[in-house]
């Protein structure tokens, strides 16, 4: 039974990993990737947004992304700038662009686990990491360096040997997800925006889950338009890049405030910006989702 397990994974591995992706292609992804927040203030949704992929479209979305994270993520680079980061909290201008590359392509594969994986969830050891990556970033960049040193211990724990190798095995466990699934998921992510919506005001913590849904959506649509290029992909990921842009830079204000200590991150409220909602609404409007409240 268990050589039988062994000889299943190993061929899902094989399936993952062949054909390989050019590196034009891998190289026209990162660049997608790395302006999923760039704002086109004249974006706009086709009428209505379609939910009709097949699985073999949903595998090849998931297998560049894990091309890329494989190719290009060197375990060895990360730990030396964690330790950097530890050592001296600071980085210089070349550490700081490197971090930021190898970060969007972590969490740009968590993103299309949670897309194209059956159970359209995060793979845990590797959420792990990359959600304490995140509040590494959050605590260097505001200056709390009591925080940095007991985070960069936790990110150095998960980048070490062993838990980096049950983090592969993760990743390499992928069950493509059937376009039913697929489509419910999609249409799970909308409705919390539109639960969210209808409330009068949200707390940081509330708003973050928010931007959140629409990072994974921007995610998704990265690997449609370069794979599966045309003017109807493009017009979605720009409107999805500007919502995420927006949203990232409030983000960050709420963040230097939960700092401060000016604002209760997980318990005081405020309404969401109109630009923001009447973005979020139109989104919501092109998909058939009941609302639930």
């Not at 990162?30 to 704002?39: E, G, P, S, T």
Request: a positive charge.
């Amino acid at each position: 039974m268990k050589l039988n397990r062994c000889a299943n994974e190993a061929t899902t591995k094989t399936k993952l990993d062949e054909p390989h992706f050019s590196a034009e292609q891998c190289d026209a992804l990162f660049a997608a990737v790395l302006v999923h927040d760039d704002i086109y203030p004249d974006a706009k949704l086709p009428d209505a947004i379609h939910l009709d992929y097949s699985q073999e479209q949903l595998i090849q979305c998931y297998r560049i992304c894990r091309q890329l994270w494989k190719d290009s993520v060197d375990r060895e680079d990360l730990i030396e700038i964690i330790k950097k980061i530890y050592r001296h909290h600071t980085l210089s201008t070349e550490d700081q662009l490197s971090f930021k590359y190898l970060r969007a392509k972590i969490k740009h594969l968590r993103f299309a686990y949670a897309a194209f994986d059956e159970r359209h969830r995060y793979p845990r050891m590797f959420h792990w990491m990359t959600a304490i990556m995140g509040s590494l970033q959050d605590a260097f960049k505001n200056k709390q360096y009591a925080s940095v040193k007991r985070i960069a211990i936790l990110v150095l724990f998960f980048l070490a040997r062993f838990p980096y190798f049950l983090i592969n095995k993760e990743i390499d466990k992928f069950q493509p997800s059937t376009n039913e699934s697929f489509h419910q998921y999609l249409l799970d992510e909308i409705s919390f925006i539109r639960l969210n919506l209808a409330k009068k005001a949200i707390t940081s913590k509330e708003f973050h889950e928010v931007r959140k849904v629409i990072s994974r959506l921007v995610a998704l649509y990265d690997n449609l338009k370069i794979l599966y290029p045309s003017p109807y992909h493009v017009s979605i990921s720009q409107y999805l890049s500007t919502i995420n842009g927006l949203m990232g830079s409030m983000h960050d204000e709420l963040i230097i405030k939960k700092f401060k200590k000016t604002q209760d991150y997980y318990a005081d409220a405020f309404e969401m910006p109109v630009e923001i909602r009447q973005r979020l609404v139109t989104l919501t409007e092109r998909y058939k989702v009941p609302c639930l409240v």
